[in-house]
Nanobody, 127 residues
Framework: QLELVESGGGLVQAGGSLRLSCVAS????????MGWFRQTPGMEREFVAG????????QYAGSVKGRFTISRDNAKKTVYLQMDSLKPEDTAVYYC????????????????????WGQGTQVTVSS
């Protein structure tokens, strides 16, 4: 069982940066792939980034590749999303996600297979 709590959202101007954090409680954090999804009203949930157990493998949506960086600190049971060069279209509620997967894989897909979700944190990028 994992509980995920996100923080770090807020209002930022286009071109600015934010760093989201997701702290997990539970004993099995290091055996879960972690990731970030986002959703805007009336739109489907969108995969943003994912990272494997060790942090050795990462995946990004095409819309954020080169601008966002996902990382994790297993000792702190925390996953981060560094968001740079933010655009108004990045405005959304961002959700932390965890899925128990084999070592080295990420496999978060569209979120239907995710085991645990955080409560979400709002990111608003003004133009």
């Amino acid at each position: 069982q994992l509980e995920l709590v996100e923080s770090g959202g807020g209002l930022v101007q286009a071109g600015g940066s934010l760093r989201l954090s997701c702290v997990a409680s539970g004993r099995t954090f290091s055996s879960h792939a972690m990731g970030w999804f986002r959703q805007t009203p009336g739109m489907e949930r969108e995969f943003v980034a994912g990272i494997s157990w060790s942090g050795g493998s990462t995946q990004y949506a095409g819309s954020v590749k080169g601008r966002f960086t996902i990382s994790r600190d297993n000792a702190k049971k925390t996953v981060y999303l560094q968001m740079d060069s933010l655009k108004p279209e990045d405005t959304a509620v961002y959700y932390c996600a965890a899925r128990r997967v084999p070592y080295g894989t990420i496999s978060l897909g569209n979120g239907d297979e995710v085991d645990y979700w955080g409560q979400g944190t709002q990111v608003t990028v003004s133009s």
